[in-house]
């Protein structure tokens, strides 16, 4: 019956192997409404704290989901790469920030090309980086809005936040580029063993911020965009005064990286890998048809194994080969061979990357292929 | 001049950024002839052995490089998966070896299909999965050709090699299913720390199949086909007697993998990636535009760090996250923001599966693009 009407709204057979246990494997999956929840959810918080949210697409790479959150009331977009910031053009974001230095001619030309066409702006972290920019900017008669990106402790290349003002002042006069804030990315709040710890990381990047900031603003410089947000922080946005905006990412899927910290339960995950069991090569162990081609190697901090299974808290997937998974229960391991499990992978940025496609499901049935536009637009 | 010459023959300007390093970072490139030498010494030295070599397509995943293994004399090639064979058959090879369990109604139909098209063979290491083979093939009127997968030290799924009768006997009478041989597939050889333990892995491989084999045939079983062959045990072919096949397929591009032991040297890697330098933090450190989205955080058993830099062996790629790379240096660092460098990676398979293109490059000019056809095709 279900089939029926969804052939008549012109879905395919192959579309109607409907259910989550009847997707081919692996298979990656997104149920839809745990992320349109999320989405909402964050947008909200950033509201009632007066913070803008720019999230970071790197999580998704796909217009489909940067539409969703630019529904939900986002500002606009964080793209890591000038390559997935064309393809977030191309599916009609018209906000985009690049939260990487763009060095090199051939990055230049295609940045102010994408300028040309939405609103677009970047980052500076060094004077090379910075004379780059306004060479072919001040070329091209424009001017491109630049955060001065902090180092938030990672050594990644971020400006030491007291070297910030020698920084500004080295590129004040450059022509083509407009200093209009700050952006810092706190990694090292990765590193948290709980929940007390995010928070001491999320004030330290809010003071780091504010008081650059506040120095900055003493010599004159513009400080309208104080962009701060790594998806731990982004959580926790009462710690975040002063701030104008955070871009966490993460938080429309959520993962195992978020499980191990308490920043998110199973019932926020929204992207799941559906596997099968393949062999069983004795009584604990099964083997399923997912590996670091699908997950990658990527571990967790603190959870042992490579992602959680979602009706089986205590098989751990112990091992990863390139398109096996290895899965050990203490007891005696109830699957079989055929039996399909549900995996919260341990880092879901990676894994969109990887799928060949993604399933929207709604309570368990598919509802839409989406495409990851941005697959492998490192470039 | 040359770039001219190459417009007349239909390449594009963007094409035509020509030399390793014009092309936009990151860049994953091969050398053809150190591939094309790769592919033929292997061949030359498998047809010296007696050996069929049937290289696995995993680390290439492209039709280009299957048809150049093909047509320096391997037998077929191997897949992990159908949908990778698929994508082979479309791409004109017609001897497919499918290592993996093909397990569910769904990958049973779509390997009849692949089975009217192209010789497609596959492994059985359970009495269910072969059952779901013969049922499907047997009602299609068909029979495949299998190999048993004997347990090669993983615990993965294989058949224990003292279970192997047993096994094969409970399975003889299946219709649509014939077995013709014994597979293996010695991943512990890559715990290996120098040569010789490379070297009595290898004997090891072989001698298990040999005997297993040799118990099977005293009870009628055809073993006409002894499959062995990790990456590094292909490369002792003098230690393989009694086998018939070896399915290395590492050996075309090489890595850090088997730098590591001393089963390839920096002169005989073809994939390299491309990178720029895109921040540097302080006077030791280094940051490139490359990260775990284009390298994957595959380590190496060994070698420390992700990756071997092209002329500064001294350099430690310390660290990546998904798009920076952090190299850092004993002595002042003489790299600069816009130098590019090239990069040995850690493991080759995981990075083509990831590149959008890979760009095939001779004596450091750009010759064609690779498209990875059957990338992500882990279904």
Redesign the interface.
Known sequence: MWAREQCERGRTMEEL?NTIWDL????VTVDLDIAERNVKKMAQEAVQHGLAHRPHI?THRSGYFAQMQIKAGCTGITA??L?EAEVMADDGINDIFIA??I??E??LERLVKLHRRVKVSTIV??V??AR?LSRAFDAAGRTIQVLIEI?GG?????VKPEAAFKFAEAIRDLPGIAIVGLMYYG?LIYNSHNIDEVEEYTRRERDCLVQTASQLRDHGFCMDVLSAGSSYSGKRPEFLEGITEIRSGHYIFNDCGQLDIHLAEPEDCALTVIT???????TH?V?C??????L????CHYRKGYGYVIGHPDMEIYAL????A?LRCEEENPL???DKIQIIPNHA??VT????KVYGMRNGVFERVITVDA?????
């Open positions: 192997k081919p494997t692996p298979a790197k890591a790469k390559g990487y230095p060095i090199g051939d990055k972290n060094s090379e980086g780059g180092d990672l050594n990644r290349g971020g990694g099968t069991v393949v062999s069983k090569p004795d162990v083997i048809d997912v590996g670091t081609k699908s990658t190697s990527d571990a080969n390139e398109e096996h290895f079989q061979i055929g940025c990676v990357n990887l799928a060949e697959k492998g637009k490192s470039v």
